[in-house]
C-alpha cells in the first residue's frame, strides 16, 4: 500500500512527533521520491536556522500555579 504524504508529515517527521511506522515509511519515501526528499532537505535547511529558544516560568508563576494547584485540590475533597 502507497501512502500519500504531506509536507505537515515531513514537519512532524524532524520534530519527532511520527510514529515508529511512519518515521519506516517516511524515511522509505524520501529514499525514492526525489521532491519529498528536496522538499524535506528545505525544511531540514530551516529548521537548522530556527533559533534554538528554551523557556523558564518565573519563580513566582510557578509559585501560583501551585498554590492554584493546592487550593483546588482541596476544594474537591470538600
Given amino acids: 500500500m502507497h501512502q500519500n504524504f504531506t509536507p505537515n508529515d515531513l514537519v512532524r517527521l524532524l520534530y519527532r512527533e511520527t510514529s515508529v511506522s511512519e518515521t519506516l515509511a517516511l524515511r522509505a519515501v524520501l529514499t525514492e521520491d ?34 492554584y494547584s493546592k487550593a483546588t485540590a482541596l476544594e474537591s475533597h470538600i
Fill in 34 to 67: 526525489l521532491e519529498m526528499r528536496f522538499e524535506f532537505k528545505a525544511l531540514f535547511s530551516a529548521f537548522q536556522q530556527l533559533p534554538k529558544v528554551t523557556f523558564r516560568p518565573s519563580d513566582n508563576a510557578i509559585r501560583r500555579v501551585l498554590n
